[in-house]
Nanobody, 124 residues
Framework: QVQLEESGGGLVQPGGSLRLSCAASGRTFSRYAMGWFRRAPGKEREFVGAVTWSGASTYYADSVKGRFTVSRDNAKNTVNLQMNSLKPEDTAVYYC?????????????????WGQGTQVTVST
């Protein structure tokens, strides 16, 4: 069992940066790949990026590649999403999630545990 809680959301201007954190509880955190998803108003939830259980490999959606970075610290049971060069279209509720499977499987249904989400708004 893994419980997840996101933090760090807020309002940022276009071109700005924001760092989201996800705190996990549960002794099995390091066994899971960790991913970030987002849901914009009126749109379906979409994959953003993920990191393997060890932190050695990451995978990103094309829309955020080169701007967003996923990292994790298994000693602290945390996973982070560093977002740079933010655009208005990045506005969404962002969720962290845990998966026992591959980071290359981007379907939400493959993720077992989910946080409640944190709002990110990119606007002037």
């Amino acid at each position: 069992q893994v419980q997840l809680e996101e933090s760090g959301g807020g309002l940022v201007q276009p071109g700005g940066s924001l760092r989201l954190s996800c705190a996990a509880s549960g002794r099995t955190f390091s066994r899971y790949a960790m991913g970030w998803f987002r849901r914009a108003p009126g749109k379906e939830r979409e994959f953003v990026g993920a990191v393997t259980w060890s932190g050695a490999s990451t995978y990103y959606a094309d829309s955020v590649k080169g701007r967003f970075t996923v990292s994790r610290d298994n000693a602290k049971n945390t996973v982070n999403l560093q977002m740079n060069s933010l655009k208005p279209e990045d506005t969404a509720v962002y969720y962290c999630a845990a998966s026992p499977g591959s980071i290359y499987n981007t379907q939400a249904r493959t993720y077992t545990y989910w946080g409640q989400g944190t709002q990110v708004t990119v606007s002037t």
